[in-house]
Each structure stands twice: as C-alpha cells, then as structure tokens.
C-alpha cells in the first residue's frame, strides 16, 4: 500500500512545519488529493492514523481537499473536466494529453496548536 509512504512523507514535513512554528501539537492535517493522484481515501486515512501515532501529530483530523482533474484542449483553448481520468474533450473529441491538474498529493495546511 503506498499510502503509508506517501502519508511518511506528508508526517516529515508536517512535522519539520511545526518545529518551525514551534507548535508542540498538530491539531489537523489537510491534503490536497487530485482525482488521478491514485490513491484511496479510505487508504490515505488508515494511513494517517499509523504514521502519526507517537508523534505529536498523534489524533489529529485529516482533512482531504479533493482536486478534480482538469485537461486542457489546444484545438479548442478551453480546459475542461476529465472525468474519470478519461482526456477526450468534450467540444471536440480530441484526445488532450495536457492534464492541468488532478494529479497532486500535497500537503495545503495544517492547524497546530
Ligand atoms: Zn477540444
């Protein structure tokens, strides 16, 4: 399960911004996942409560700001949803290979304290 790597790498950083802060409690945790990030939800969270349990991040809420992916058309110089990862326009029929966004796992914010 490549969750529990990536939620590794999320308790790194989440962690070094709250010794910066000099926070001595993580109260919440929020990513910002994108529809073709290729993880799953249920995973991430499962994930979440293993890694940060004995940190100070220990019981904090995951919050998850779900990205929907987005394409862009050159023939059409429009972006557009790409529902279920699919990158056909829907004006043109086009298939994009210019996917905007949709893709991302990042850390967007965290509540400490
Ligand atoms: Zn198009």
Redesign the pocket.
């Known amino acids: 399960m490549h969750e529990l790597s990536l939620m590794d790498a999320v308790r790194e950083l989440a962690l070094e911004q709250a010794a910066l802060h000099g926070a001595g409690r993580i109260a919440a945790i929020t990513l910002r996942v994108g529809a073709l990030a290729g993880v799953e939800i249920e995973a991430l969270r499962f994930a979440h409560a293993v890694v940060m349990a004995n940190t100070i991040a220990d019981g904090s809420r995951l919050e998850i700001e779900a990205v929907p992916a987005e394409c862009f ?1 050159a ?2 110089g ?1 972006p ?1 949803a790409a529902r279920d990862g699919c990158c056909d ?1 829907p ?4 298939i ?1 290979r210019e996917l905007l966004r949709g893709r991302e796992l990042q850390l967007a914010s965290l509540e400490l304290g």
């Open positions: 058309c023939a059409c429009q557009f326009c004006l043109c029929g086009r994009s």
